[in-house]
């Protein structure tokens, strides 16, 4: 099973493209165990094997072995996630990819094994090779194509024609669609290879975009850091928990058997993990619905009632009364305030 997780807002963009093609938005989210709340918040996390998942399903519901590929000239980064409009508001490409490797783990939190960078530039002679350093990536080669896809597409969407990539090394085997690796693509491709990795021309990274923002950029780069210190704290069983709780938690009653399940843990190791950390599991619940709570409200998209529904109260007075248990206010009167 694939490990780490991405954001919800790169799934979206999969999901979403997949239902422009033609597929069922409630068939698709059904199939992967999903409820639309996930995505009130883009940077929210879903586990990488229902992003791997939605993203098989989006290839076999429009009917298209290139899906992988075709999404990525289709759907623009910035549409994705904060990295790409991060990506978008620097220098050069250079530059870009620094803060790609600095900030990728929130579009797509991957194994690469070591502690050095995911995208890493290996000089050979008078070559020069971009090559994705994940780990096991065989395991997912539609994550292979949407990589280097997101690379060549991004770059072409902005410099037209402007030299790129030489050619290009793939570890999986040659697919049945492989004629698509030439129309999107664009260069010659090696299947079966050693690594996953692009030749590159020494010039693109000190092309110059006609897009940056100095300003956009630490404003972002800020948010960005913050994320980064959330996607982190995950890592812990409360934050594996609450990432396990969080799309479901419209539910209701969420009981510490139904997570430690979903989380292969037993309850007493869920029980014992979560006291190491200094919280129960009635008050990570609790917490939880707060949290929620006060985002949908600020959000001013859906109502008091309809807030209830989305963090599990059925009864809209417990809510009220669970509500200002929290913050002291109605939620009314807080919606109204924030």
Request: glycine letters at 6%; a negative charge; one cysteine or more.
């Amino acid at each position: 099973m694939e490990k780490g997780s991405v954001s919800a807002g790169y799934l979206k963009s999969i999901l979403d493209y997949a239902v422009d093609k033609g597929a069922s938005r409630s068939a698709l989210l059904a199939a992967v165990d999903l409820d639309d709340a996930i995505f009130a918040n883009a940077d929210n996390r879903v586990p990488m094997e229902k992003f791997r998942r939605m993203m098989q399903l989006g290839a076999e519901h429009t009917n298209n072995p290139s899906f992988s590929l075709d999404y990525c000239w289709d759907m623009p980064f910035v549409r994705t996630s904060i990295v790409g409009l991060i990506a978008e508001s620097t220098a050069n490409m250079g530059e870009a990819l620094a803060q790609l490797n600095r900030y990728g783990q929130l579009v797509a939190e991957v194994d690469i094994g070591t502690a050095g960078e995911r995208f890493a530039l290996v000089p050979e002679g008078n070559e020069l090779w971009l090559e994705d350093t994940r780990i096991n990536p065989n395991e997912f080669p539609e994550l292979t194509e949407s990589t280097f896809g997101r690379f060549i597409c991004e770059f072409r969407r902005h410099f037209g024609d402007t030299p790129f990539v030489k050619r290009i090394k793939v570890t999986h085997e040659k697919p049945a669609h492989y004629k698509d690796y030439d129309r999107v693509l664009q260069a010659p491709v090696e299947f079966a290879a050693d690594r996953n990795a692009m030749e590159i021309e020494t010039s693109w990274l000190t092309v110059q975009t006609d897009y940056a923002d100095r300003y956009a950029f630490g404003i972002l780069s800020k948010h960005a850091d913050a994320l980064m210190k959330e996607l982190e704290s995950s890592k812990t069983i409360k934050g594996r928990a609450e990432s396990i709780m969080i799309p479901v938690l419209h539910t209701g009653e969420l009981t510490m058997d139904q997570v430690a399940e979903k989380m292969g843990l037993s309850r007493q190791s869920l029980y014992r993990g979560l006291k190491a950390e200094g919280i129960s599991f009635e008050q990570l619940r609790d917490d939880l619905r707060h949290k929620m709570a006060c985002h949908y409200l600020a959000e001013k998209k859906v109502s008091a009632n309809e807030t209830a529904y989305l963090v599990g109260f059925s009864d809209p007075s417990a809510f009220s009364r669970a509500f200002k248990r929290w913050t002291g206010q109605a939620p009314g009167s807080w919606q109204a305030v924030g």
